[in-house]
């Protein structure tokens, strides 16, 4: 027996095919399966309204079978569920996102909601939900990627680049990422990170970059040094700083506090809890 599309069966060269008369034209096989496929089709659109039919016929009577049970008998059944893609995302979380409790079949399986749900999830980006016959659902999800630590109520977090929390982390294992703190620093801190790229003196040093009143950034680098940043010409404080060898110096040699906010002008003032050290190491010429 031979395949639709087979050249012999074309041809009529096939054991037992008859000659290429009006009544046995040589792609009548051809004709014949596809509207084999088309009847099957066709049959099952219409049990599937059946089924809808019946299902509501019955609500409105009173009566509510268990239409579950009765998709699973005719082979629509979810058998096996298998989930690729994540590595911190538990697997209950996107097991209560499918609710197999009360979905038991492909034909009650809303994917667009399902897809909804799992993606709402802290870790989860994308949701791909692919049926595998007969009875096998594939759930595949990629995971947002950890960007920085977000300091909030005495409470870190690991955020995205969107600003999105990803999960909570304590204090013993840390990752190497940018610290950020404040309200609205998490949603403004890939913006931030970007703009302050574009100066390689102040990015290499900075260690903390805080929201003040969700307006402007206070950026505190790793030798003491704090640029208090106006809230609407951030890049044209940076701009002044790179460009002027002075105010380099000074934040090279640290522990001073440059603010940019006055129009015009910066105002200097060396750190105070290092102005006191120095005085009380100092000797006392009186002694």
Request: hydrophobic content about 40%; aromatic content about 6%.
């Amino acid at each position: 027996m031979f395949e639709v599309g087979d050249s012999r069966a074309v041809r009529g060269e096939a054991r037992g095919a008859g000659p290429e008369t009006p009544c046995n034209p040589p792609h009548a096989g051809k004709r014949g399966k596809r509207l084999k496929r088309s009847h099957l089709l066709l049959g099952a659109l219409a049990l599937g309204l059946a089924l809808g039919a019946l299902e509501e016929a019955a609500r409105r009577a009173g009566f509510a079978p268990d239409m579950e049970r009765v998709a699973q008998a005719l082979g629509f059944g979810i058998d096996q569920v298998a989930l690729t893609g994540h590595r911190f995302s538990y697997d209950s979380d996107i097991f209560d996102a499918l609710d197999l409790g009360n979905v038991r079949s492909f034909g009650s399986l809303d994917t667009a909601a399902v897809k909804s749900r799992i993606e709402r999830l802290p870790w989860i980006d994308t949701a791909e939900l692919t049926r595998v016959f007969p009875g096998r659902l594939e759930i595949r999800v990629a995971e947002r990627r950890p960007y920085a630590l977000w300091s909030r109520a005495d409470r870190l977090y690991l955020i995205d680049k969107t600003g999105r929390v990803l999960a909570a982390v304590n204090g013993e294992t840390l990752p190497d990422l940018p610290r950020f703190a404040g309200e609205g620093a998490a949603t403004e801190a890939a913006s931030l990170l970007e703009t302050v790229a574009l100066y390689p003196e102040v990015a290499r040093r900075l260690a903390m970059a805080e929201r003040v009143s969700e307006r402007r950034w206070r950026l505190k680098l790793d030798n003491g040094t704090t640029l208090e940043l106006p809230a609407d010409n951030e890049v044209g404080a940076l701009e002044g700083l790179s460009r002027d060898a002075s105010l380099a110096k000074l934040v090279a040699a640290g522990r001073t506090t440059l603010d940019f906010r006055g129009p015009g002008r910066v105002a200097i003032r060396p750190d105070a809890e290092a102005d006191a050290a120095a005085s009380s190491a100092a000797p006392n010429p009186g002694s």
